[in-house]
């Protein structure tokens, strides 16, 4: 029995890879570029070889394959494909010709401008490498053609490049960069390689089709759970629920009556069972009877940390900014105060965290996942291993939603000690929608405070105070300076309008038991969310319409006002509505872009909110891929809406009270609305897009529903019982 | 534990797992087919969604005992179907994936739908694709991939 299961494993597996290779058949009958060499494990990740290779992102062959090294990861955000773009526009490749590779762990090759580390997170791909992508582009053109002018023993500037191949118009000669690829590699790569003016982009500004779409409609995209190793075990875990917990004990009697279950191994903080498959292991898991150490957080409860969050607020923060005289601008004017509070949340990634790793005899491993940090997950995984990091092999995979949750490590360091445990097979660690639910970085609980005074009209002083865990202490430490956590203070310090006395203080207070991590959106969704509900507020107490309110404080944000004047427009904003219908708004400089959005919804007796429409409008400077900045948007206000409307992890007894989607809810799509995004082309420097809707989601539908009920909330999720009536509002 | 025969995209195969085992895991874990995907395990989201004789069903929630003779088609297989090939086209046409977990089950209910409904309306499209949650958000898109593919022409 056991042997024709086994056999019926390893056949499946072999065919799992060379599933790989044939996906790029598929995808040229779609006539879009190769997508190839994403998961076949043997291929070495960065092979130069007999290829001109001049930086490290490019790569041609003598046969004439171009391929694009990816720093950046692909969620789902379209980065593949802008990045692509990028190069492909400065070299000019032919872009139907180019094949994508994952980077593999390399920070000094690949490292993000903006952390020196490999990240993607922040937003921040095209911004931190809008130039050097465009350098490493037009460097290589440049080498690609000074050969050529060589080879024909012509000046170089009588020659041009285009779709792949160098030609001297005065002679009517023309090379291949596949025949130039050898004579190309003895050049010396330019110094300040021209770049193109923004006018000559063919490619940039276009709508391209995304590189990483085919593969995922015929279901031959592979993630990192779907990494298939011959011979590989499965396995899940449980995480000591009780955060900071031990195991005590483990009686697994019943778990052995569980056909297909193999193992069950008990470390310091979990337990791991391993089997035939995840079904088996999963059941084996069920089965057992874990007596838990619950030690210290035990008792810790959401009261104790909203306490301890609100405590800790009263006391004095950092000053994180200061403009002008707040003192002696409240001397004066009509005062206004508020105070505003968010919940944990989860990121509830579609794909839940897994990782496959093999231990080598080296001392080593091998590992696939899906990272949005790969050389971070090499360097702590080769620390537990105690060896050095070239021993740690990392294939990296499509990612089934990031969302900032796989800017951590910690999924494949259990892997790794689960495979501690075994003799070397490969194996699979997936974890169950419930165990990801409960062991995940949590979106930090904030409150903010903020204290305003208005003379003629404006705003003429502004005290704002953000009061939350500092995730950038822990995830990078040197960031983290004076007390000052950059990102919590982010659309904090440099937000939109003009008050001529402003005072930002920053005071980080850690929630006892609770890990906090990024979440998209980051610092800018609570930020964003307290200023905007904040104005709106003020403006309603002075009568004044809100967009009309902000533009009067917007005589130096010329961008800002642009965007809100077409929002304003598309929306109809100012034409009169039904019973219980409101229009909000909200404007954000969130990652460098500048955008208005206005909700529509309404609220019905229940105090069910119905989103009705939405409209946003978008000033990202130029924009690479159009298309990709108008989905991002439309998934991302989407993303924060559910956590409007849904977001909140609660804590008793030291422990995460949610686990699956039906008690932490998602929007389905009987729920949406149509979600217009109108670009505004500016022409200005490339902003990010990934978190932005995120952002831009909550305040707009809660100043809707402000609009709608004359209900101030303040704090999310919104609470259909105070809607309906049914409870007073928190103040 | 038994020796089943399972009908999956139209090729016969045979399987030795216990009766109550789900078939999303026989499809992945055992017979390699991982374009069907785990999202939660019950019945909530659809990331799992196949075909048993056409109707879209959830995998987590079904045993392999319950399959029976009936035919199960999966992502890997629906683009064999002249409905499952015109909604794979719609999608591509209106660049709806991001991430794409939940594309493999969005599109199975889609073509299950479409199968049924030719010209579904928003209602419809409603009530066939509620099950099937998007993290990425991509529904408008869906929404407007699906009226592509029921105005569309059968792809040659
Ligand atoms: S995995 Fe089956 S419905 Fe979610
Ligand atoms: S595309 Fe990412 S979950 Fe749907």
Redesign the interface.
């Known amino acids: 029995?056991n042997a024709?299961?086994k056999d019926?494993?390893a056949e499946?597996?072999r065919?799992?890879f060379i599933k790989g290779g044939v996906a790029g058949g598929f995808l040229l009958a779609?006539h879009v570029p190769v997508f190839g060499g994403i998961n076949e494990p043997n291929q070495p990740a960065d092979d130069t070889n007999g290829k001109f290779a001049p930086n490290a992102f490019i790569r041609i062959d003598k046969a004439g394959k171009t391929t694009l090294v990816m720093p950046q990861v692909e969620?789902?955000?379209?980065v593949y494909t802008s990045v692509a773009m990028i190069l492909a526009e400065e070299l000019d490749a032919d872009y139907s010709q180019v094949t994508l590779e994952h980077a593999p762990p390399n920070d000094k090759a690949y490292g993000n401008p903006t952390f020196g580390i490999q990240v993607t997170g922040n937003s921040n791909s095209i911004r931190a490498f809008w130039k050097p992508l465009r350098t490493a582009g037009a460097s290589a053109r440049a080498m690609l053609i000074q050969a050529a002018a060589k080879q024909w023993k012509v000046d170089p500037s009588g020659c041009a490049a285009s779709d792949g191949k160098v030609t001297h118009g005065a002679s009517n000669r023309t090379l291949s960069y596949a025949a130039l690829a050898d004579a190309a590699s003895k050049e010396t790569p330019p110094k300040d390689p021209p770049l193109k003016d923004p006018k000559q982009f063919k490619l940039i500004g276009k709508p391209q089709?995304?590189f990483?779409?085919?593969s995922?409609?015929?279901?031959?995209?592979?993630?990192g759970?779907?990494a298939?190793l011959p011979g590989m075990k499965?396995a899940t875990i449980m995480a000591s629920p009780v955060f900071g917990g031990k195991v005590s004990k483990v009686d697994d009697t019943a778990a052995k009556q569980i056909?297909?279950m193999q193992l069950v191994i008990a470390l310091d903080d979990m337990v791991a069972v391993i089997g035939?498959?995840?079904?088996?292991a999963?059941s084996g898991l069920d089965a057992l009877k874990i007596t838990w150490d619950h030690g210290p957080n035990a008792t810790v409860s959401n009261d104790a940390i909203w306490k301890h969050l609100r405590d800790e607020s009263a006391k004095d923060g950092v000053i994180a900014k200061s403009v002008g005289d707040v003192k002696k601008a409240f001397e004066s004017g009509e005062k206004f105060h508020a105070v505003y509070e968010l919940p944990f949340l989860a990121h509830?990634?579609?794909?839940?965290m897994n990782c496959t790793v093999q231990l080598k005899p080296d001392g080593g491993c091998e590992i696939w996942l899906g990272t949005q940090v790969i050389s971070r997950v090499q360097q702590t995984v080769a620390k537990l291993l105690g060896v050095s990091d070239d021993k740690v092999i990392v294939h990296n995979h499509?990612?089934?939603?990031?969302?900032g949750r796989r800017l951590e490590p910690d999924m494949a360091l259990k892997a790794v000690r689960v495979a501690q445990r075994l003799n070397g097979e490969p194996v699979k660690v997936?974890w169950?929608?419930e165990e990801d639910m409960r062991q995940d970085v949590y979106r930090p609980v904030y409150r903010d405070e903020i204290s305003a005074t208005v003379s003629d009209g404006k705003i003429a002083g502004w005290r704002y105070k953000i009061s939350g865990s500092s995730v950038i202490a822990r995830w990078l430490p040197p960031a983290f300076q004076k007390g000052i956590d950059i990102d919590s203070i982010d659309c904090a310090v440099d937000q939109p309008y003009d008050f001529p006395n402003l005072e930002v203080q920053y005071m980080r207070v850690e929630p006892p038991a609770v890990p906090t991590g990024f979440w998209r959106g980051v610092g800018p969704n609570n930020n964003v969310f307290a200023i905007e509900c904040f104005i709106d507020e003020v403006a309603k107490k002075l009568n004044k319409d809100p967009i009309a309110f902000r533009k009067s404080m917007l005589d130096k944000g010329p961008r800002f006002k642009a965007v809100l004047d077409l929002v304003a427009q598309k929306s109809a904003w100012g034409q009169p509505l039904g019973k219980r219908v409101g229009r909000g708004v909200c404007l954000q400089p969130a990652f460098g872009s500048f955008i208005a959005t206005v909700i529509e919804a309404e609220v019905d007796e229940q105090g069910e909110v119905l989103l009705r429409k939405v409209n946003c409008a978008v000033d990202a400077g130029i924009v690479v891929n159009p298309?990709t900045v108008v989905?991002?948007l439309?998934?991302?206000?989407?993303?924060g809406l559910?956590a409007a409307l849904y977001g909140e992890v609660t804590i008793d007894g030291g422990r995460v009270q949610q686990s699956?989607?039906?008690n932490y809810r998602?929007?389905?799509?009987?729920q949406?609305p149509?979600?217009d995004v109108h670009i505004v082309h500016s022409g200005e420097a490339p902003g990010g897009i990934g978190e932005t809707?995120a952002t831009a989601g909550p305040p707009a539908l809660r100043n809707a529903i402000f609009a709608a009920t004359g209900i101030p909330l303040r704090r999310l999720p919104i609470d259909l019982d105070v809607l309906a009536g049914r409870k007073q509002p928190w103040v | 534990?038994s020796q089943r025969q399972l009908k999956i995209n139209g090729e016969d195969k045979?399987?030795?797992?216990?009766d109550n085992?789900?078939l999303l895991?026989v499809l992945?874990?055992?017979?390699?087919?991982?374009?069907?995907?785990?999202?939660?395990?019950?019945a909530?989201?659809g990331?799992c969604t196949v075909h048993l004789d056409g109707r879209a069903i959830r995998s987590c929630q079904m045993p392999v005992s319950a399959v029976g003779s009936r035919a199960i088609t999966?992502?890997?297989g629906i683009?064999k179907t002249p409905t499952g090939a015109r909604i794979?086209k719609a999608?591509?046409d209106e660049?709806v994936?991001?991430?794409?977990?939940?594309?493999?089950g969005q599109?199975m209910s889609a073509s299950a739908l479409l199968a049924t409904t030719p010209k579904p309306d928003d209602a419809d499209?409603?009530?066939a694709?509620?099950?099937?949650?998007?993290?990425?958000?991509?529904?408008?898109?869906?929404?407007a991939a699906i009226k592509r593919a029921a105005e569309g022409e059968q792809p040659t």
């Open positions: 029995m024709t299961f019926s494993i499946p597996s065919r799992a779609f969620m789902g955000q379209g089709k995304r990483d779409t085919p995922k409609v015929d279901g031959s995209a592979v993630y759970i779907d298939m499965f056909p297909g035939d498959h995840f079904w088996a999963k509830a990634t579609m794909e839940p499509l990612i089934g939603g990031g969302f997936v169950s929608r298309d989905a991002q439309q998934g991302g206000i989407i993303f559910t699956n989607f039906h998602m929007l389905r799509i009987d949406i149509s979600i809707g | 534990m045979t399987v030795d797992v216990p085992m789900p895991w992945r874990d055992v017979l390699g087919m991982t374009g069907t995907k785990y999202g939660c395990g019950i909530q989201c990331a999966t992502i890997e683009g794979q999608w591509l660049e994936v991001q991430c794409g977990y939940c594309q493999s599109i499209i409603n009530a694709m509620a099950g099937n949650i998007c993290r990425c958000g991509t529904y408008v898109r869906i929404r």
